[in-house]
């Protein structure tokens, strides 16, 4: 299994983005994905989850802000982001739990 993520960019306060994250292989439709997030400095944060049937999870500081959700006929995860603020500037990264997949992250960067 591959993850790809992309959609990341330079955005002003307040705009929008949407992170994808692509899956090769045939287990992606069965399996749980989520995001995290890094920013600079920082440790590793937790973002959502997405379960194969579309149960959802999030960071509580991100509920409202932020929707997982997904398209098994595309393989491919979906991260609605609004509201963004300087706060959100980190690499996101999607992965599956309780593997070793990640994808390569995709910059998200929120500035004036």
């Known amino acids: 299994v591959q993850l790809q993520a992309s959609g990341g960019g330079l955005v002003q306060p307040g705009g929008s983005l949407r992170l994808s994250c692509a899956a090769s292989g045939s287990i992606f439709n069965t399996r749980t994905i989520g995001w995290y997030r890094q920013a600079p400095g920082k440790q590793r944060e937790w973002v959502a989850t997405?379960?194969?049937?579309?149960?959802?999870n999030y960071a509580d500081s991100l509920k409202g802000r932020f929707t997982i959700s997904r398209d098994n006929a595309k393989n491919t995860v979906y991260l609605q982001m609004n509201s963004l603020q300087p706060e959100d500037t980190a690499v996101y990264y999607c992965y599956m739990p309780g593997s070793t997949y990640w994808g390569q992250g995709t910059q998200v960067t929120v500035s004036s």
């Open positions: 997405i379960s194969s049937v579309g149960r959802t």
